[in-house]
């Protein structure tokens, strides 16, 4: 593991790098709104991604590396988001980027997934709305990305269950928001599908 600080308009991030033998991509994950880096489906995912061959970023976004636990706005985590992103394409000589992230960290990476020009999106526990409003949907955030996008979902969160799309897919696991019940299926969801979907540019 390699740990970077990545200097962006609102403060430092930093990206803890777990690098596969011969990565064919690079997957960035980023946090929840008030969770860290070591939430077990996070590390789960990385794991699986290395043995796919796949480079994993984990990115902690600024307000979290300056100690605060309120999220920063949307725009400033999309901001710092997509300056990690180019930083990462020029070290990894412009490997293919996944962008992926849990909670918030799904919508961030939904949000910037045209500007970052990621080729797919890996989104755990996306927050289709918040608990007891789904009036407030965010599914559109979701419905815009048009590369294929992968959302793994608790049968009981309490933050809603978005819909499939064209170009996104559901995988629903036993359990709530943090996804920890079965993580083995999250894994497995995870790994096949990076698998699929990076197939065609290896």
Excluded at 46 to 67: C, D, K, M, N, S
């Amino acid at each position: 593991m390699t740990a970077l600080a990545i200097e962006t308009a609102y403060g430092p991030a930093r990206v803890y790098l777990h690098c596969a033998e011969e990565g064919v991509a690079v997957l960035m994950l980023g946090h929840g709104a008030g969770g860290g880096l070591g939430a077990k489906d996070l590390v789960a995912v990385t794991r699986a991604a290395q043995t796919a061959g796949v480079h994993v970023a984990l990115v902690e976004q600024p307000y979290r590396v300056a100690g605060r636990r309120a999220p920063a706005p949307a725009n400033q985590l999309d901001t710092a988001w997509l300056t990690i992103a180019d930083e990462l394409s020029e070290r990894f000589d412009a490997l293919p980027l996944v962008f992926g992230g849990r909670s918030s960290g799904a919508r961030v990476a939904c949000r910037t997934a045209s500007a970052g020009q990621a080729v797919a999106v890996l989104c755990l526990a996306f927050p289709e709305h918040p608990p007891g409003k789904p009036e407030k949907t965010r599914q559109p955030e979701l419905d815009a990305v048009e590369v294929p996008v992968l959302v793994v979902q608790g049968e009981r969160d309490p933050f809603g269950r978005p819909k499939a799309g064209p170009h996104h897919e559901i995988v629903m696991v036993d359990g709530d928001h943090s996804l920890s019940k079965d993580l083995e299926t999250v894994s497995r969801a995870a790994t096949e599908w990076l698998s699929r979907v990076l197939r065609p540019l290896a």
